[in-house]
C-alpha cells in the first residue's frame, strides 16, 4: 500500500518554515518563487500526462466515466467540470 505520508506534497517545505516571520516583500518574493516550481515540475512529466489524457479521452468516447476525488478547491474544480 502507497505510504501517502512520503508524498512530496505531504511535506513540510523547508524554504517557507519561517515565512510568517518575513517581512511582506520576502514573504511575496518566496510565494512567487516557490510557484515557479509547479510548471517546472509539470513540464518533467507531459509525457505520462498526455499518456493519461489519451486514455481517459478514449474511454470517455467509448461511454466510459471519469470520477472525481477531492475536497477543498479539488473538489470545487471537479464540480465545475461536471457543469
Not at 1 to 10: A, F, I, R, V
Not at 33 to 48: F, N, R
Not at 67 to 80: F, K, Q
Request: glycine share 8%.
Amino acid at each position: 500500500m502507497l505510504d501517502l505520508s512520503q508524498l512530496t506534497t505531504e511535506q513540510r517545505n523547508p524554504r517557507t518554515a519561517r515565512i510568517d516571520e518575513l517581512p511582506t516583500l520576502e514573504m511575496l518574493q518566496l510565494i512567487n518563487a516557490e510557484d515557479q516550481q509547479v510548471p517546472l515540475a509539470v513540464a518533467k512529466i507531459l509525457p505520462a500526462i498526455a499518456q493519461a489524457v489519451d486514455v481517459i479521452a478514449r474511454q470517455l468516447a467509448h461511454g466510459g466515466r471519469l470520477y472525481y476525488l477531492g475536497a477543498g478547491t479539488s473538489g470545487r474544480l471537479g464540480i465545475l467540470d461536471a457543469v
